[in-house]
Nanobody, 120 residues
Framework: QVQLVQSGGGLVQAGGSLRLSCVAS????????MGWYRQAPGKQREMVAL???????TYAESVKGRFTISRNNVNNTVFLQMTDVRPEDTAVYYC??????????????WGQGTQVTVSS
């Protein structure tokens, strides 16, 4: 059974740092694009950061220079290092892994979500 288990959320003061982790099991994910998404209260879920199998990265404009996504293919783990956090970063953060279907790659596997709250 495929499972993505997240950890590392919590309360942090503005300007501080936090690291989220996501451990995948059930399938190897070294060839899957993976990413982090977040959903703030009353808002749509948005992409925060993506990482390819070759470790190329893409970031939302709002987090560029502050967040870093990385992956460890040996441990089947993806991380989100958050620095200089702001109150507007407050959201539930979700880990995601894409799956290769007949029409190409698509978002399929999701972590359980973890709350990140940034106080001012």
């Amino acid at each position: 059974q495929v499972q993505l288990v997240q950890s590392g959320g919590g309360l942090v003061q503005a300007g501080g740092s936090l690291r989220l982790s996501c451990v995948a099991s059930g399938n190897p994910f070294n060839r899957n694009p993976m990413g982090w998404y977040r959903q703030a209260p009353g808002k749509q879920r948005e992409m925060v950061a993506l990482i390819s199998p070759s470790a190329s990265t893409t970031y939302a404009e709002s987090v560029k220079g502050r967040f870093t996504i990385s992956r460890n293919n040996v441990n089947n783990t993806v991380f989100l290092q958050m620095t200089d956090v702001r109150p507007e970063d407050t959201a539930v953060y979700y880990c995601n892994a894409e799956r290769l279907g007949s029409n190409g790659w698509y978002p399929h596997y999701w972590g359980q979500g973890t709350q990140v709250t940034v106080s001012s």
